[in-house]
């Protein structure tokens, strides 16, 4: 039932069968997880090795993990936005990143995206949670953004030449810039328009990222086409290397159906060539993606025909059929960072609709006639001259404040917005944008509090940045010493977090769930420093003061394992709380141990009763080699192959 309307805008719900979210792990991210620099090949040119290089970050920090989902789904009401015309009709979900999740060509009875009912969440995204199926934003770093499951600030905004606009905004913690999606569909438009805009207010250079991924349905008949005969090409196994997508390891990687495996072909478009990429089925129809001049990269993804991309896609969108990606980013690749200067503003327009290709020659045996033949076809979709136009008049209704906020994000745009004003420095115009005090929560409160003075005893989340360790270092509580050293952890200042949380164990009046997050803090910098039994003593101590935190017990039979004392690992899983040992990790870890302690007997009876891991990695087939291992000479249970290969 519709809420409220306005032309053909409509606040309304949507009903989803998924699992919930749960809670978020209480666990600072401070391990180096993700600083690994990208291994290039042949072919590949110095400034994309540069920029590959350049922005990487050690971890998601601040950012808290989310991985307390399960996979037990069921019916709820999301909000949800509809804007539609005589051509399309297109459903945004704020609640969930703000995306995209249907784009309904009424011509065909066509979705042009990729969607479904039942969204499965599952470890894809940078902070786990994520969720397959229509068209996302991501921001940061390489990786589905750690806003993928997050509601964004989201409202309606009325122009004066009455353009009826959905934004959605928030600010993003890892890079500090803040970035807005304005969503608006003409009437009789054949295409819809997001005009995005990023914001970096800082003194300093910003490493950016960005990457607009569009789930498109995988038929028999889908070919991917792009202005370009060649590709910077990732099988998650290999170097990035130079490759032609039509003549690829034997075959035509644009059909979806040919690649054997999971991979990437980011389309090495010259840059005067306008910038596209359109999936187009048996019939010429799908998704044509165009773009301002500034949003450089086109990409398409596939899970490939293996038995792994298979069930992952069934794991993902269980009985939705399979699917591939086409996607729109600033960079050429996804293995790179841009150099985002101080103060600035970046600004383009992204344009969607159906391509409308004819069949006989979007699929024909001559690229170069299928490019020029879908060149022509987009730009009598959209004239180039036309999208770019737009750009101006999008850049000016960015700043036209809200006529009718919908929903509110995170309460991180006002923690920002205080610690700026504090220190004195920039901030945006939030005439467009208002973070509004009432979105500020607990997670906020204590850090707000910090700001105006107030003594600091402990927070639910996390901060980062030299003005907040300044604060907390002015501060005498274990409460502060035990944040200041997670900081610096994070940073990867090992010496000075092993110096502090040393300072929280040795206070006084210590409470049990700030000295095992101490404990846990200094196991973690000793493993990172190569003193493997002083850190596992140290994870141990930290679990047997808090056993009941499943979230620390689980990542230390984890890194038992991992660091060879499966001994260890048998008997911290038994130290798990009833329901939590029956969880399909805490299962997986202790098979594992058991196989790796002489026992594989007992390991493969858990394999073969059954095991699920809700916040499987994506790629990660641990389930299978265990399989392997303690079940050998018989084949693995499809339900156990993940392998990307």
């Known amino acids: 039932m519709a809420i409220t309307a306005s032309s053909n805008l409509t606040v309304t719900t949507i009903s989803l069968t998924m699992a919930e979210l749960g809670p978020l792990n209480p666990l600072p991210v401070v391990a180096a997880e993700l600083d690994q620099p990208y291994t290039v090949g042949e072919g590949v040119p110095e400034e994309l090795q540069t920029s590959a290089r350049y ?100 409202a309606i905004v009325h122009t004066p030449d009455g353009k009826h606009i959905l934004r959605m905004w928030e600010y993003e913690r890892l890079r500090e810039v803040v970035f807005q999606v304005d969503i608006w569909l003409p009437a009789d438009s054949d295409v819809l328009f997001a005009a995005v805009r990023l914001r970096n207010p800082n003194d300093h250079d910003v490493p950016m990222y960005w990457w607009s991924n569009a789930a498109i349905p995988e038929t028999d008949g889908t070919r991917v086409i792009a202005p370009a005969d060649e590709a910077f090409g990732s099988d998650y196994a290999t170097d990035i290397t130079r490759v032609r997508p039509t003549d690829h390891e034997g075959y035509d990687g644009t059909w979806l159906v040919n690649s054997p495996h999971a991979a990437d072909f980011f389309f090495d478009i010259d840059p005067s060539e306008r910038r596209w990429v359109v999936a187009a089925d048996d019939d010429g129809d799908g998704l044509a993606m165009l773009s301002t001049g500034l949003l450089r990269g086109k990409k398409l993804f596939v899970w490939g025909q293996g038995q792994g991309g298979k069930r992952w896609q069934e794991w993902l969108s269980p009985g939705a059929g399979p699917y591939s990606e086409i996607q729109a980013g600033l960079a050429q690749t996804q293995f790179e960072h841009l150099v985002m200067p101080a103060g600035a503003e970046w600004a383009w327009v992204e344009a969607y609709g159906n391509g409308h290709l004819e069949p006989q020659t979007s699929h024909g045996a001559d690229w170069d006639a299928a490019v020029a033949h879908a060149s022509e076809r987009l730009e009598q979709l959209l004239p ?51 973070f509004v ?8 409160e204590p850090w707000l509090g910090l700001l105006h003075g107030k003594a600091f005893d402990g927070a639910p989340s996390f901060v980062a940045g030299a003005d907040w360790e300044d604060l907390l270092a002015g501060q005498d509580s274990p409460e502060a010493k035990l944040h200041l050293a997670t900081m610096k952890h994070a940073r ?154």
């Not at 001259?385 to 994000?409: C, V």
């Not at 005090?437 to 906020?444: I, K, L, N, V």
């Open 55 to 154: 922005g990487v970050v050690p971890n998601v920090y601040p950012y808290l993990m989310q991985d307390g989902y399960s996979r037990d789904a069921a019916p709820k009401e999301l909000p949800a936005v509809v804007l539609e015309n005589s051509k399309l009709k297109v459903t945004v979900v704020p609640s969930l990143g703000g995306r995209i999740w249907e784009l309904f060509d009424k011509a065909t009875g066509k979705q042009l995206l990729h969607t479904h009912d039942a969204p499965q969440l599952a470890n894809i995204a940078l902070r786990k949670a994520w969720f397959a199926g229509g068209l996302e934003w991501n921001i940061g770093t390489r990786g589905h953004s750690p806003t993928s499951c997050d509601p964004l600030h989201t």
């Open 384 to 434: 180039h001259e036309e999208l770019e136009a737009m750009l101006p008049a999008a850049i000016s209704n960015a700043d036209i404040p809200p006529s009718k906020m919908l929903l509110h994000g995170s309460g991180w745009g006002v923690v920002e917005r205080a610690r700026r004003d504090r220190s004195g420095m920039a901030w945006i115009d939030e005439s467009g944008t208002p």
């Open 437 to 444: 005090d009432e979105s500020a929560t607990a997670e906020q």
């Open 492 to 645: 990867q200042d090992l010496g000075g977090a092993n110096a502090l949380y040393r300072e929280v164990l040795a206070a006084r009046d210590v409470t049990p769930g700030t000295k095992a997050l101490a404990h846990r803090g200094l196991g973690l910098a000793l493993l990172a420093e190569g003193q493997e039994m002083q850190g596992l003593a140290e994870l141990r101590n930290g679990v047997k003061i808090d056993p009941s935190n499943v979230a620390l017990l689980t990542e230390a039979v984890t890194l038992s394992n991992r660091h060879g004392d499966p001994a260890m690992a048998l008997e911290l899983a038994e130290m798990a709380p009833k329901e939590a040992a029956a969880v399909g990790r805490l299962r997986f870890l202790r098979a594992l141990a058991l196989a790796r302690t002489g026992d594989p007997g007992e390991a493969a009876a858990i394999l073969r009763a059954g095991v699920e891991i809700p916040d499987l990695r994506e790629g990660e087939d641990a389930i299978a080699a265990l399989w392997e291992e303690v079940c050998p000479g018989e084949p693995v249970p499809a339900a156990y192959q993940f392998g990307m290969q």
